[in-house]
């Protein structure tokens, strides 16, 4: 059995920022010190950690660095090489393990391992040329959508193909000769769950929560969803079954399309905390950045129940600081409201630079006193009342 990494030791942490950050401030609660590798100086999670290394993601040295000073490694984002994964883990457990990243860090990868799972998705095709692109519309139809296979986040490196002509100007060198083609799916809302998964194979689950998105970037989380018993029952067995299977230690998020007709098909996996989960810091028993500290260092899990009726976030991007500073005292005047900067220096247009977190007795009432502090708080809202 492997033994606990207790409270008192060390946890590096590849990745700066905002994950990183809440995940640092969990840690140091429970009493652990926390190292992590960024890519620029006073990032995030740098602010709040107990030592920073500055250097590249796939910098083999500053990785194996970060790991000879801690008793663990984890991460805040995927895109790790498989060369920084193995620097780390000859010095330290790393989890989860580059198994895993290797997997889901690939869209052709990731997709083929779920479908290999016998896990329900939209129909695709791996995409190596223009020529390959054309035979794979021929077979999906269209519409479809044209995703890069690797690096991809927040709707970047994604083409919404219409046409035939769409086709023939979509293929580009960015692609770096590899993409996937997908059957645009029709859905009536886009679910995540959240499954965490211990060194002893115990699990639990967040959600499901729903979640809706403006410019592809995600915008409001609530919880609990509104679906039906059956969905959401379907979506939790969907994480269980695929942490299961890729022997996660840790926290993976799972993306869902519900379609029209009520099916759930998986859209894209992600090994760690994630935005949609958030609002588990105010609304849950334990939250997922607590819950990802328990797992990777072999602690108990902590229940994942709601302690409130509802919850809502809803995101800060840097186009809040388009009119100016943002009217932080409008939000904080409003009963329920809890508010989370990430430190982050420079807003810029889609940039993620905080969230809001509303408990409220109805998932309605959150959304709305949600929506409703996030207005109150943008110069732009003042200026036109004005």
């Known amino acids: ?14 990745g700066g920022g905002q994950l990183g950050r809440m995940f640092a401030l969990a840690a140091r ?39 000879r000073g801690v008793d663990v490694v984890t991460l805040e984002f995927e895109n790790v090489s ?21 997997i889901t860090q690939h869209r052709i990868r990731e997709k083929q391992f779920v479908r290999a799972a016998g896990v329900p998705l939209a129909p695709f095709e791996p995409v190596y040329s223009r020529d390959e692109l054309h035979a794979a519309v021929g077979r999906i139809g269209l519409p479809a ?50 499954v965490a998964r211990g060194c002893d194979g115990v699990m639990d689950c967040y959600g499901p929560f729903h979640n809706t998105h403006e410019r592809h ?53 992600a090994p760690r905390s994630h935005n949609s989960g958030h609002l588990t810091i105010e609304a849950c028993a334990t939250s997922q950045f607590e819950q990802h500290v328990r797992a990777v260092c072999g602690l108990p899990l902590g229940a994942t129940t709601l302690r409130v009726s509802a919850a809502a976030m809803a995101n800060l991007l840097g186009d809040l600081w388009a009119g100016g500073t943002p009217h932080w005292r409008a939000a904080l005047e409003q009963p329920g409201v809890a508010l989370h900067l990430y430190g982050k220096r420079e807003p810029r247009p889609g ?36």
């Open 217 to 269: 970037i995600l915008d409001v989380s609530l919880l609990p969803a509104e679906a039906a018993e059956r969905v959401s029952r379907e979506a939790r067995e969907i994480g269980f079954a695929l942490a299961e299977r890729l022997e996660l230690v840790g926290l993976l998020c799972v993306e869902l399309f519900l379609t029209e007709d009520g099916r759930l098909l998986v859209n894209e996996l």
């Open 29 to 67: 609660r429970l009493g652990y010190r926390v190292h992590v590798l960024s890519s620029e100086p006073d990032s995030p999670a740098g602010q709040v950690a107990d030592h920073e290394i500055v250097a590249a993601y796939d910098d083999p040295d500053a990785v194996a660095e970060l790991a």
């Open 145 to 194: 959508v044209l995703k890069t296979a690797a690096a991809g986040y927040d709707g970047k490196g994604q083409i919404r193909l219409e046409t035939h002509a769409d086709v023939e100007a979509a293929w580009h060198p960015s692609h770096a000769h590899e993409a996937v083609l997908e059957t645009f799916v029709a859905f009536e809302r886009e679910l995540s769950v959240i």
């Open 1 to 14: 059995m492997t033994q606990p990494i207790l409270p008192g030791a060390t946890i590096g942490v590849l």
């Open 82 to 102: 498989a060369v920084a994964a193995a620097a780390a883990d000859r010095h330290a457990p790393l989890r989860p393990a580059a198994s895993v990243l290797h």
């Open 351 to 386: 940039r993620k630079m905080g969230h809001l977190t509303v408990v409220d007795a109805t998932v309605a009432q959150a959304r709305d006193a949600a929506l409703a502090a996030r207005a109150a708080i943008s110069p732009m809202t003042t200026r036109s009342a004005s």
